[in-house]
């Protein structure tokens, strides 16, 4: 199943920053990280402003990725709030 998503600048840039120390975690344990790999260039590669479809497979990494870099700014009492919009528009 796709759902289409609209992709700004600002969301644009929330996920790949995200989805980069995701990919690399992954990456250091030994997991597979084609799938958050391909998705970085997707999303890398998609013009701001426009809607894109993505697989629910797809958002369910987006979320995992965006959740972890929001608790993690949390942690060190940072500003979260642009993550947070992101993550919502993936529900």
């Known amino acids: 199943m796709m759902r289409k998503i609209k992709l700004t600048r600002a969301n644009k840039s929330i996920l790949l920053k995200s989805l980069?120390?995701?990919?690399?975690?992954e990456r250091a344990l030994g997991h597979s990280t084609q799938e958050s790999g391909r998705l970085i260039l997707k999303i890398n590669s998609l013009p701001a402003d426009k809607r894109a479809s993505f697989?629910?497979?797809?958002?369910?990494?987006?979320?995992?990725?965006?959740?972890?870099?929001?608790?993690?700014?949390l942690a060190k009492g940072q500003y979260t709030d642009a993550a947070d919009d992101m993550l919502l528009k993936l529900f």
């Open 55 to 73: 697989s629910t497979d797809e958002i369910r990494l987006m979320r995992t990725a965006i959740n972890q870099l929001r608790n993690e700014r």
């Open 20 to 25: 980069a120390p995701y990919y690399y975690r």
